[in-house]
């Protein structure tokens, strides 16, 4: 949003910490970003006096906002007008609609343009009445059987998470069937890092990106849901790096209907090197396997989208990673999200973390000074 048109030099927004855990409130927890990509967080001392430097505390947010208009003071650049707000994402308001009737009819849905393919068929930017902006997924024929998939709907759109992609309704009564959700501006998390090389992004962008990633999944693990296909490209990207988990539970209706696609060890289109050891060997998927992805994720986010295991093939992955073989430390990841990596990959599923725990180790690094994570605790 500070990127948005119409905003100078010195834009500011406060906000609520998008990754903070729900049990605190939104005044407790206000985040303000100013520059191109730097983020700030406003602490409270016990008088309640708040501060973004422990040198100098505030009795308001307000009488912050006034001193670091009039200088710097330690931020990156004095304060300037208030970044222009931008109409809020609607997630709530379709979804309320279709409460009950979620299958709708087709010819509400006006398709306006193609956002991506994907291995099951299309994405489409489209218009629902005429009024939302919605996303449409479309599967290709065939793909799955529609009764499967309606009873995975329900289940899916009881699901409902401000870092989970939104099911909205489903058009089943033709083909291809559509799959509406909320629209994310900008597309994939994988494309987005891979964008200019995130060049637009810094360590604590990709920590904050990471911790919401893993408080949508924390959710899960609380609805005792598995994602079974969690990768960057399953994740979409809103306004200001908002990031929300898209495609949960969908990768189990394929995968009934195209056992071999799935098992396929050679085929391009199982996600090996996101699958952990018993997952891809056992078939034995948990909110643990989701887990061990979460940590390939990780990896994603640290290296702006590189491929995993770059100079391996699946074939060498499938053979190397049950003996043990992890991934290095990426180049310039901080020693302490590597560390996250390597306890998502342990081999016994117990052993691993569970999101819960990820979700308040990521945002208790972000809540570090910024300056201890970007200048030092390098690799
Ligand atoms: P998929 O079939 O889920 O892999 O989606 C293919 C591509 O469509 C993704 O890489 C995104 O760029 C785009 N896409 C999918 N879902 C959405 C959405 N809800 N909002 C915006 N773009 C989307």
Known sequence: ????EGNQHGAFLIRNCESQRGERSLSENPMLDC???KHYKLKKL??????VSRARSFLTVQELVAHYSQEADGLCVRLGEPCKKMEAPQTHGLSYNTVDQWEIDRNSIKLLRKLGAGQFGEVFEGLWNETTAVAVKTLKPGTMDSEDFLREAQIMKRLRHAKLIQLYAVCTMEQPIYIITELMKNGSLLDYLQKDKGAMLGISDQIEMAAQVASGMAYLELQNYIHRDLAARNVLVGENNIC???DFGL?????????NVYEAKEGTKFPVKWTAPEAMHDNKFSIKSDVWSFGVLLYEIMTFGQMPYPAMTNYQVVQRVPQGYRMPCPPNC????YDIMMDCWKQDEPDRPTFETLQWKLEDFFDMDVTSYDDAARY
């Open 334 to 337: 901080p020693k302490v999200m």
């Open 244 to 246: 929300k988990v898209a």
């Open 46 to 51: 016990e008088n309640g006096h708040v501060f």
């Open 35 to 37: 520059g191109k990509v």
């Open 1 to 4: 949003m500070l990127l948005a």
């Open 251 to 259: 990768a189990r209706v394929f995968m009934k209907e195209n056992e």
